[in-house]
């Protein structure tokens, strides 16, 4: 069974910063893209970040040049590294594995301070 186990989430002022990490376990194989999506109440789940295997990245226009998403595939674990938050950036962060399969965290809550 695979588990996709999220950590790193908390409470923070504006203009500070977070890092989130996801470690996956279980029999996960061909893992090409990794990314984190993200939901504010009453809001749709939206795109933050994604990073194919080959290290190609994409960013939702509201966190670029803040956010920075990477991952360590001997690890099969994928990092947001959040920077310059701010109050909109609040929701609960979820991350995704895709491969044959879609795997998705438990979700974990970022909340911004103003």
């Known amino acids: 069974q695979v588990q996709l186990v999220e950590s790193g989430g908390g409470l923070v002022q504006a203009g500070g910063s977070l890092r989130l990490s996801c470690a996956a376990s279980g029999s996960i194989f061909s893992i090409n893209v990794m990314g984190w999506y993200r939901q504010a109440p009453g809001k749709q789940r939206e795109l933050v970040a994604r990073?194919?295997?080959?290290?190609?990245?994409i960013y939702a226009d509201s966190v670029k040049g803040r956010f920075i998403i990477s991952r360590d595939n001997a690890k099969i674990t994928v990092y947001l590294q959040m920077n310059s938050l701010k109050p909109e950036d609040t929701a609960v962060y979820y991350c995704?594995?895709?491969?044959?399969?879609?795997?998705w965290g438990q979700g974990t809550q970022v909340t911004v301070s103003s």
């Open positions: 990073i194919s295997s080959g290290g190609r990245t």
């Open positions: 995704i594995m895709s491969g044959q399969y879609d795997y």
